[in-house]
């Protein structure tokens, strides 16, 4: 996903819908070793919500340990990635949304 690498399996909770600024809403499972490529967010923010395993998110260039419990959110303009760096599926909720300009 987003140019990572292994195998990344997707339950897709919330899809694109007219009108909302939810773009998707999914549960994301990365298999040890797996990772989500760095990317950045041009137009659109999301949050990744650690549900279990571990690993590491890379935000904007410095990492940070990535457990259960821990609550990444990517801003309009700002990059990220994650990698499994544990021995079990890195399972995680993930949130795209549409970023609405203010006039």
């Given amino acids: 996903m987003r140019g990572g ?14 009108g909302s600024s939810i773009r998707a809403v999914v549960v994301n499972r990365l298999l040890p070793g ?11 923010e999301d949050f990744y919500y650690c549900l279990s395993g571990e690993g590491v998110v890379v935000d904007n260039g410095t990492e940070h340990p990535f457990t259960p419990g821990t609550l990444q959110i990517t801003r309009d303009g700002e990059s990220q990635a994650v990698r499994n760096t544990g021995a079990q599926d890195l399972v995680l909720l993930a949130a795209l949304v549409t970023v609405q300009k203010c006039a």
Avoid: K, M, N, S
């Avoid at 797996?34 to 659109?44: K, P, Y």
């Fill in 34 to 44: 797996c990772t989500v490529g760095l990317h950045t967010h041009h137009g659109e």
């Fill in 5 to 18: 690498q292994g195998i990344l399996f997707q339950q897709i909770l919330v899809e694109d819908r007219p």
